[in-house]
């Protein structure tokens, strides 16, 4: 027994060691594993398993011929050895792949059908023999295919089902679901005179209960697989629809007589409410399967029955009446059901508070199927005030658990559903509302139950759906919240779904109540934070977020910001191997800190350094998540962008040195495991964009970064894979990155990579993202601005060499400049020097140089005199293009490329779109 449990637990767990054996060994144990079938008490304590688990590594590359022809043989053996043979035969069909069986399945089917049919058989060996039949069925197609055959397999499955021992009807009505499912379209002519019989026949079984159990014996059995037949014929005339084909119609002409097999079974199993699988919730789902299955024709059998017994006095029958209209509520098309739908609505203010609880329940499920399917019909009769009414008065009374959750089911449908056009509707209802939910949540007697999960959710997406006129009446909810947090245990998992409420009311009270509020709520989350836990840190964090967009200035003053950010940096410490969500979550709330502090122009009280070490020791784990370090060089980014250059100057050599040691691992890693995700590129990238931004016009940053680091940077870059490259969001910061470089260090040599450089600004400029393509455009603009100073200073230098004084130059020089544009460019002049420029037709002033031009039909000829001043009067670099830092800031929107070009201010750029005039708007 240990040989076989140890042998078929080593292959199943760890493959590749089967495979790496000697092949000798490997031979001698199957044989020996054969051999066994012919000893009792081998046979009898996992052979078969052991087998299976060989079988499935060897089949599939051929190396075990002789085991199908073996075991077929075995099969055939009409004592014990034949049927672990044929259980055998079932699991390897069961997970072997058709393919590989392919050249045995005629040799399988027969066999199969042989022990199947055998008098003299045991009971147990035919139940092997079907439950095998049924796994092989998957690669039977071609048998199907052939009349004769299919005829003989149906025939012989079909005469199982009339066995007088149930545990064989049982599994040939299985064997029967497989068929319909796997070859519904050829079952056309088995329908009527096998298939419809045989279900009917099942549901016609007295369930002695109508709960099922594990007794082979309980008819209910019988019955569950009979509805399970009807679904799966239900199943596949739908699938056949989707797919794109007619309907076949097969189920119409049987349908009344269908109904009815139904409805008596349903009747006489009677509906109850879910706790276990039963008769009368396998019914309903017969019932909408139906409906889906054939449309309004069920309806027209239904209809008359449920309108005239909505309000029967017989609690039994008013169940299954209600049962019956949930089905035919999800199965078929409004416009049919509105006679339904309004009778139902007449008759729930009675119905969803009667005594029975059954009545009870399967009122309160369909109010619930309306909520979900037909919505918007009740928006459009103004029936919402009544479902609210009702909803609102279930939970407050609380009759029992199962109504009251289907209640909250149907509130959180209508949320998810109507959103917005729900709320010129419920001022009156909300508050009220909202605090009965929240008095179900915090109940003591349904801790830990559906009911309590499902109360919490529905509480805040009401909370999120609150009116701006509602927003006032919240004040009095939000003590009560916080005060449930302070109150509830330790690890709690309430503390979730409280915390998540507290988040969603912070949203909607008044900013001014907030500001009052606020010194409580984030002392309170604080501390919870730090001491309960309970699943819900993440949450927490969310509600300090909320917080902290709500009322930043009170909240970016308090004293405890700082405690709060050593709390959040505990809580991302390597030592504790948090969850990667809960890292990602502390770390982007200390980037929207800084983020928040640079739009107030405020710099947080912060130990900035330490913040910084922690975050790039986060980056450089082995195991770091990708997610998380792309955040955490986000907020390196945000910190650097948010203090000043002076402040930031220690930051900078472990931040490159951080960046270097990614890179390498990157461009060193063998496999995809260790290279950067796309995310992980992209945070790269801004990470030195920003480093260039800020330390730009830092000369212990310029100098070692161009000989060194910039080299490495555009390595990196020119590594990138294309389908990385393709995604929006690098492509999107690669062009602002060749802008940065371009504009803050021109004197970069970038010659041996400006092919790289130029494909993927003409990638950039071809994007669809509108974002993306004036980014590129805005690179290429620094491109041609640095290439346009370069040819000036090497003018004067030319003139200096020629012998003339610097008095000597001539005040003013002429050029005559060739402009090209295509329809989807846009020109710009971005010269240091202050300069006058004069823009004319060719002809006007053709005069201007003593130098002929061929013409060239590809470009537009614009002439331009350019006076430069002198010296004297004008440094050169007097004017030169610097970026203050508080541009920086607010370039640097919410960890945006800086590049990004605004609308309100394009700084001397204008787009050219492709609707654009190319004679007019040249804007220089």
């Known amino acids: 027994l240990q040989a076989c449990l ?36 081998v046979r009898s304590i996992g052979l078969a398993q052991v087998v299976h688990v060989v079988a499935e590594v060897e089949l599939h590359t051929n190396s075990w011929p002789q085991l199908i022809p073996s075991l077929l043989q075995l099969a055939a053996d009409p004592n014990d050895v034949g049927g672990v043979a044929v259980q055998t035969l079932g699991y390897i069909c069961q997970s072997v792949q058709p393919d590989v069986l392919e050249a045995h399945n005629n040799q399988i089917l027969t066999v199969l059908v042989h022990v199947i049919r055998r008098e003299d058989t045991s009971i147990e060996r035919k139940l092997l023999g079907l439950s095998a039949l049924q796994s092989s069925l998957t690669f039977a197609a071609l048998n199907f295919a052939r009349q004769n055959e299919r005829n003989y397999l149906m025939q012989v499955i079909c005469e199982c089902t009339e066995s007088a021992h149930m545990e064989i009807r049982l599994a040939s009505l299985q064997c029967l679901c497989t068929i319909v499912s796997l070859y519904y379209i050829l079952m056309e002519d088995y329908l009527a005179p096998a298939i419809w019989p045989i279900a009917m026949s099942a549901l016609a079984s007295s369930p002695c209960s109508a709960t099922t159990t594990t007794s082979c014996h309980d008819p209910s059995l019988l019955v569950l697989q009979g509805l399970e037949l009807i679904n799966s014929v239900c199943d596949a005339e739908v699938k056949l629809v989707n797919d794109g084909d007619e309907g076949t119609g097969w189920i119409e002409p049987v349908l009344p007589h269908l109904l009815t097999s139904v409805t008596q079974a349903f009747m006489e199993a009677g509906p109850t ?12 789902v017969t019932l909408r399967l139906l409906c889906l299955a054939t449309g309004e024709a069920v309806l027209h059998h239904v209809l008359p029955g449920i309108l005239s017994n909505l309000e029967h006095s017989d609690a039994m029958v008013q169940s299954c009446v209600l049962t019956c209209t949930a089905a035919v509520l999800e199965g078929t098309q409004q416009q049919s059901l509105l006679p339904l739908i309004r009778a139902f609505l007449d008759s729930t203010p009675v119905t969803i508070f009667s005594q029975s609880a059954k009545v009870r329940y399967h009122s309160s499920v369909v109010v619930c199927q309306l909520c979900l399917h037909h919505h918007t019909y009740l928006h459009n009769l103004n ?23 289907q209640c909250c089911w149907a509130l959180r449908y209508l949320v998810e559903h109507l959103g917005e056009k729900l709320e010129n509707m419920i001022t009156s209802e909300f508050l009220p509302l909202a605090e009965t939910l929240h008095q179900v949540a915090i109940n003591p007697l349904i801790q830990g139950s559906s009911l309590e999960k499902v109360s919490y959710e529905c509480l805040i997406s009401w909370l999120y759906l609150c009116p701006a006129e509602c927003g006032p009446h919240l004040q009095t909810l939000l003590p009560v919240l916080i005060h449930t947090i302070q ?19 912070i949203s909607k009270v008044p900013e001014s109540f907030l500001q009052d509020q606020c010194q409580l709520v984030f002392s309170v989350v604080c501390q919870s934070l730090r001491y309960k836990g309970g699943g819900a840190e993440e949450e927490m964090v969310g509600a300090l977020a909320r917080l902290m967009e709500r009322v930043p200035h009170q909240f970016l003053t308090s004293p405890v ?34 983020r928040i502090s640079c739009d107030l122009q405020h710099t947080p009280g912060l130990d900035h350094s330490h913040v910084t070490r922690c975050l790039l020791t986060l980056c450089q784990m082995n195991t770091c998540d990708e997610s998380v370090r792309a955040v955490s060089l986000g907020t390196v980014s945000d910190i650097i962008l948010c203090i000043e250059c002076h402040a930031a100057a220690n930051l900078l050599a472990p931040t490159l040195q951080v960046l270097a040691n990614i890179v390498q691992h990157h461009q060193t890693s063998s496999s995809a495991a260790g290279r950067l995700s796309h995310e992980g590129v992209k945070a790269v990238i801004e990470t030195y964009s920003t480093l260039i931004q800020v330390f730009h016009p830092i000369d212990e940053f310029r100098e070692p970064f161009a000989k060194s680091d910039l080299e490495r940077l555009c390595m990196f870059v020119e590594g990138i894979d294309s389908a990385t490259r393709a995604h929006d969001d690098v492509l999107s910061v690669l062009c602002g990155l060749i802008g940065d470089i371009h504009k803050y260090l021109p004197e970069a040599d970038l010659d041996e990579f400006s092919t790289c450089l130029q494909s993927i600004l003409h990638q950039g400029s071809q994007s669809r993202e509108t974002k993306i393509r004036r980014i590129a455009r805005w690179a290429r603009d620094q491109i041609q601005t640095v290439s346009s100073c370069t040819v000036l200073k090497k003018a004067r230098v030319e003139t200096d060499k020629n012998g003339m004084e610097e008095e000597e130059v001539t005040a003013s020089s002429s050029f005559r400049v060739s402009l090209s544009c295509s329809s989807s460019q846009f020109i710009t002049q971005n010269i240091e020097e202050s300069f006058t420029v004069n823009l004319g037709s060719k002809q006007k002033n053709s005069g201007t140089s003593s130098n002929n031009f061929q013409a060239d039909v590809n470009c537009n000829y614009v002439e331009a005199t350019i006076c430069i001043p002198s010296a004297k009067t004008q440094p050169a670099d007097a004017t030169a293009d610097t970026t203050p830092f508080n541009d920086v800031r607010q370039l640097r929107k919410l960890g945006k490329r800086r590049a990004v070009l605004f609308e309100e201010n394009l700084d001397g750029k204008k787009l050219r779109d492709d609707s654009d005039d190319m004679e007019e708007n040249y804007f220089i």
């Open 6 to 41: 140890q042998l078929k637990n080593v292959i199943q767990r760890k493959r590749e060691c089967w495979v790496h054996f000697d092949h000798n060994l490997r031979e001698q144990i199957k044989a020996s594993l054969i051999s066994c079938f012919s000893l009792t008490h």
């Open 273 to 284: 409410i879910p706790l276990d699988w039963s008769v009368g919730q396998a019914t309903q």
């Open 383 to 405: 029936t919402i005030p009544l479902i609210l009414d009702i909803i609102h008065k279930s939970l407050h009374q609380a009759l029992d658990q199962n109504s009251m959750e």
């Open 487 to 505: 109150c509830l245990p330790n690890q709690s998992p309430a503390l979730v779904y409280t915390v998540s409420a507290l988040a969603a009311t």
């Open 561 to 594: 910001i700082q405690h709060l950010i050593s709390i959040l940096l505990e809580k991302i410490s390597p030592e504790l191997d948090s969850p990667a969500n809960l890292t990602v979550a502390c770390t982007g709330f200390i980037s929207d800190v800084y």
